[in-house]
């Protein structure tokens, strides 16, 4: 099946640093999704975009979808040590209904040394 | 509260057993979907359902089983085919309109005797 890119892979900063997180895709999107995954429990949606372009804010995480439609970031600034975890970005490609599954990402492990 | 709750939380399975993994959803969600979750990796789709009565093979359907006879329960038979079962699943769950985001559960952790 379809993949996307993630990277990095694996991450370690110090406490209060801004992180920055991204993903490719070799095809276009309609959605884009970043999610976090805290040890043994399901992932937990952060933040949804819908259209080319779109920069969208959940308090100190700020997301855009890529104006060519392939790619995503994901920026958390000034981390705490809460923010450790997996994050993953997913997507549906065009011109998948709403109802089509995700594509995921390998994830990218956040570590925060305080 | 709304949600999705996946039981047990954690299985153990003997080899040659067939197990089945409950998801249920009060969101009343059209769609469902069963992933696996290996240590490292992504979440890979296992098998998902669009509507009541139906459901599709996703990219590693081989060894599992599904059924969909209503719309709040899609559960998941871990099958003596599978051989390789150990992982983490979780069950996902979203609303039939167009681009409406997953959401999940908080996953079953399947091991071997």
């Known amino acids: 099946g379809q993949q996307l890119n993630q990277s990095p892979q694996s991450m370690f900063i110090q406490e209060g640093e801004d992180v920055s997180m991204n993903c490719t895709s070799s095809?276009?999107?309609?959605?884009w999704l970043w999610y976090k995954q805290d040890p043994g429990e399901g992932p937990v949606l952060l933040i949804a975009?819908?259209?080319?372009?779109e920069l969208t804010s959940n308090g100190r995480l700020t997301a855009q979808f890529g104006i060519t439609r392939k790619d995503s970031f994901l920026n958390i600034s000034a981390s705490i040590p809460s923010d450790v975890g997996i994050y993953f970005c997913?997507?549906?490609?065009?011109?998948?209904?709403?109802?089509?599954?995700?594509?995921f990402g390998k994830g990218t492990r956040l570590s925060v040394i305080a | 509260d709304g949600g999705i709750t996946q039981s047990p939380k954690y299985l153990f399975r003997k080899e040659g057993q067939n197990v089945t993994l409950s998801c249920e959803q009060n969101?009343?969600?059209?769609?469902m979907y069963w992933y696996r979750q290996d240590p490292g990796q992504g979440l890979r789709l296992i098998y998902y359902?669009?509507?009541?009565?139906?459901?599709q093979k996703g990219d590693i359907a081989e060894g599992y089983s599904v059924s969909r006879e209503k719309k709040e329960s899609f559960p998941l038979t871990v099958t003596s085919a599978q051989k390789n079962p150990t992982a983490f699943y979780l069950c996902?769950?979203?609303?039939?309109?167009?681009?409406?985001?997953?959401?999940f559960g908080d996953g079953t952790r399947l091991s071997i005797l």
């Open positions: 996902a769950s979203s609303i039939g309109n167009r681009d409406q985001p997953q959401h």
């Open positions: 095809s276009i999107f309609n959605t």
């Open positions: 975009l819908y259209k080319a372009g």
């Open positions: 997913a997507g549906r490609a065009s011109p998948n209904s709403g109802n089509t599954p995700l594509v």
């Open positions: 969101l009343n969600h059209d769609a």
């Open positions: 359902s669009q509507i009541v009565n139906d459901f």
